[in-house]
């Protein structure tokens, strides 16, 4: 069993900047390919980015590209999502997800392949 504990979300405004984190317990934490999720109020849950188990290799939405910056430290069992020039749009609940049995890349096409989620965190971004 993994726990995926998130934090680090709250109210900024439109061009501010945010730093989630998601600390992870119960596994090996350097064997996952960690993402994270975000739902909108009456969305659906959509892909932000996604990281390879080396940290390596990192993947975005288009909607976040160039904004956000994903990056993990396999000493802290920790992944971060540092958010940048946050928009109204941005404003969702974040999850963080792990997986042992996809790369960070299938993460960002489809979350079959995910194994645990966290329980979220509330990000809102004021006009």
């Known amino acids: 069993q993994v726990q995926l504990v998130e934090s680090g979300g709250g109210l900024v405004q439109a061009g501010g900047s945010l730093r989630l984190s998601c600390a992870a317990s119960g596994r090996t934490f350097s064997s996952a390919a960690m993402g994270w999720f975000r739902q909108a109020p009456g969305k659906e ?37 540092q958010m940048n020039s946050l928009k109204p749009e941005d404003t969702a609940v974040y999850y963080c997800a792990a997986s042992f049995r996809a790369t960070g890349q299938a993460m960002s096409m489809t979350t079959l392949g995910i194994d645990y989620w966290g329980k979220g965190t509330l990000v809102t971004v004021s006009s």
């Open 45 to 81: 849950r959509e892909f932000a980015a996604a990281i390879s188990r080396s940290g390596i290799s990192t993947y975005y939405a288009d909607s976040v590209k160039g904004r956000f910056t994903i990056s993990r430290d396999n000493a802290k069992n920790t992944v971060y999502l």
